[in-house]
């Protein structure tokens, strides 16, 4: 029997060291470091999925040639059937990629799957491997989401060694493994979900998909603070990384990209879970904005930008007396320090003073807003909450603030503006340097350089 070898590998950031310490020495992180066995010798190497020895493990040959003489020929996308699926993929999935999904439990990870994977089995071989569900269960939910049951392969097992030894016989075009936590390498000692199990595991799959041009889908669980649980190096391993999320009082969930090789990051995709599944928004800014028909004060229209199209979403602020010594600033899917930043600015250059107040930020839907486009709708929306003055319904607001009070432009402006035409807005407020050269078809573009501009605007009405 091969001889182990033990290592310490942090699950933060995938460092290794030879023995344990309570510290990690590159992220800082405490209480980081897993014990990590790994057999040495013949045991130890994974097979080679091709006839070449030559192959490495992207499956291309060990030779050098000139950047100039690689082929620039797009690679072929496999459509999933599902629009937004294939926007967060970027155009869909690419042969011999390695594509992790996560999400918490209960998102509707294995139903997005399985509701694709049984439309693309009527056009090509897919492999399904089930380690958590019996292939009963797998085929009592299909049976309920009424999908085509035909085409599907499925299979229950655990051992990568004996799923690649299946793939290799089948031959599937897409090869599914849910989830990758229960995985189990052999001549790995340890229980499967730990650090070294998901690590050789994650490495045996996504060298047969390499080699052998598959594409690869792992299911991945995620912690409770939301990421992605196992060593950090398998988030390296993979070319696309996608969260499924969810609040737990909507029906709607969000595919974000976090990383992807083929595609754009931070795209956005938005489906509605219904009792047949999971249904794409196709018009998400529909779903994020205010239904009612009068105006209400702390309630702003903003427009971000999730990968590569525009979104609309609605911002409230409530601003309150504080009963403590100290006031809260409390912001949900917006970050809290921007929010005393955007404070401090109202405070130095807009005049309005919130020390003595509790302020309250949401976005709603459960939009999570990462850029700062942001700026001037949440500040509108604070001073609409604490004077009690509503914005008119029809106003869209966006732009970046400095630290001098000053409207900074934002990326992609006249995208933005078209796309609140559309939806029925006909005043948009925005930095000057965003303002369009030709005017918009029912739409007034007020562009400003600071916020004494954009109060003056606002008083107008």
Not at 154 to 162: D, G, K, Q, R, W
Not at 193 to 199: F, L
Not at 267 to 292: R, T, W, Y
Not at 412 to 441: D, Q, V, Y
Request: aromatic share 4%.
């Amino acid at each position: 029997m091969a001889k182990s070898k033990t290592q310490f590998v942090c699950s933060e950031c995938g460092a290794d060291y030879s023995k344990w310490q309570g510290q990690c020495g590159e992220c800082k992180a405490w209480n980081t470091l897993k014990e990590f066995r790994e057999a040495t010798g013949a045991a130890a190497r994974q097979p080679n999925f091709q006839d070449d020895k030559r192959t490495g493990f992207s499956g291309s040959r060990s030779q050098i040639q000139k950047l100039s003489d690689v082929s620039l020929e797009e690679q072929a996308r496999i459509p999933t059937g599902m629009g937004e699926f294939d926007r967060v993929l970027g155009g869909g999935l690419v042969g011999g990629s390695a594509v992790l999904i996560g999400g918490h439990p209960g998102a509707g990870k294995s139903t997005l799957l399985l509701q694709t994977l049984c439309h693309l089995a009527r056009q090509l071989p897919v492999l399904y491997v089930s380690g958590e569900e019996s292939v009963q269960q797998i085929a009592l939910r299909a049976q309920r989401l009424n999908l085509p049951m035909d085409a599907l392969s499925i299979l229950a097992e655990t051992s990568v060694a004996s799923i690649t030894e299946t793939a290799q016989e089948t031959r599937p075009r897409i090869l599914v493994i849910d989830s990758i936590q229960v995985m189990h390498a052999p001549d790995v000692e340890s229980a499967p979900g730990s650090v070294s199990q998901v690590r050789e595991s994650a490495a045996w799959l996504t060298r047969f998909a390499k080699q052998t041009g598959t594409v690869l889908i792992l299911v991945g669980h995620v912690t409770k603070d939301g990421s992605l649980a196992g060593p950090k190096v398998l988030e390296h391993m993979i070319d696309a990384s996608v969260m499924l999320e969810s609040s737990g009082d909507s029906r709607f969930r969000t595919l974000r990209a976090i990383k992807n090789r083929f595609g754009a990051v931070n795209e956005l995709g938005v489906f509605a879970m219904l009792d047949v599944g999971l249904k794409e928004v196709k018009n998400p800014s529909s779903i994020f904005l205010n239904k009612s028909s009068e105006p209400s004060p702390g309630s702003v229209v903003t427009v971000v930008w999730e990968g590569t199209r525009p979104l609309l979403i609605e911002l409230q602020a409530l601003v309150d007396g504080t009963s403590m010594g100290h006031p809260r600033r409390i912001a949900v899917g917006l970050d809290t320090n921007r929010l005393s930043m955007i404070l401090a600015i109202l405070n130095r250059h807009g005049g309005v003073f919130t020390g003595d107040q509790d302020v309250f930020l949401n976005v709603v839907g459960g939009v999570r807003v990462t850029e700062t486009s942001a700026d001037l709708a949440t500040l509108l929306a604070v001073v609409s909450s604490l004077r009690d003055k509503p914005l008119p319904k029809d106003w869209v607001v966006f732009g970046e603030l400095g630290l001098n009070g000053e409207l900074r432009p934002v990326p992609n402006g006249l995208e933005r503006i078209t796309e609140a035409a559309k939806h029925g807005f006909r005043k948009a407020i925005i930095p000057k340097a965003n303002a369009p050269k030709k005017p918009i078809e029912g739409m007034t573009v007020i562009g400003a350089n600071r916020l004494d501009e954009v109060f003056s605007a606002w008083a107008d009405v």
